[in-house]
């Protein structure tokens, strides 16, 4: 039995060289001699999953660059609850949640161009390089809407979550949307000066995550 134990061991080494390219394994694996397909595959996977992790963070930096057409932005304070829509005609008083496919009551609206719009800009393109893969995706209370615009064409727009710290990006391979976490705090401080939050809204979020306090 032993020699059996030993001869599949050293057939695990012989195998790995053969291996179409290098294991990328976590630290405490330990490869079954008997079952290799179990660490190809484990492999495969994770490097499939860093390699779209790679190519939609290449996407959003060349999103980033596209907000360099762009000459207005509409910023949007939002109801935080969410709703399905209703139809297929767009309200012009709700705002799209698109991964969810579901939209929240759009409370207040502006729109800033000139050189007032030149810091959303910035914050904008910084947020999109700088956002996380798939962070904060358990969760999404839309406050605010972003939109930028080049003449009335809308280049980006997305909802942000300050709770969650997410926003959302439509890939080319998605059918909906994804969650990004945010890993920048410029855009929150535009948002938060130009379109503040109400104390009231800021009670009644916290009343209605936690109902029984």
Known sequence: MRCVKLLNLASLFLCLPLFAEELDLPED???????????????????????????????????????????????????????KEEGDKEDPDRFFIRPYNVSSKILARKKISG???????????????????????????????????KGEDILYQT??????????????????????????ESLKELLSKEMPVPQSEIDRFNEALHPDK
């Open 29 to 83: 694996t330990k490869p079954d001699p008997e079952h290799l397909e179990r660490v190809q595959t484990l492999s495969a996977n994770r490097k499939y999953f860093k390699a779209v992790e790679e190519a939609r963070g290449e996407f959003r930096k060349r999103l980033a660059s596209i907000l360099d057409h762009a000459d207005s932005v509409e910023i949007y304070l939002l109801d935080f609850s969410m709703a």
């Open 159 to 184: 909802s942000l979550c300050w709770h969650c710290q997410n926003f959302f990006v439509e890939y080319p391979d998605d059918e909906d949307a994804s969650w990004v976490g945010i890993d920048s």
């Open 115 to 149: 050189d007032g719009f030149l810091p959303f800009r910035k914050a904008g393109a910084e947020l999109l390089v700088s956002g996380v893969e798939g962070g904060g995706a358990f969760c999404h209370y839309p406050i605010h809407g972003i939109r930028f615009l």
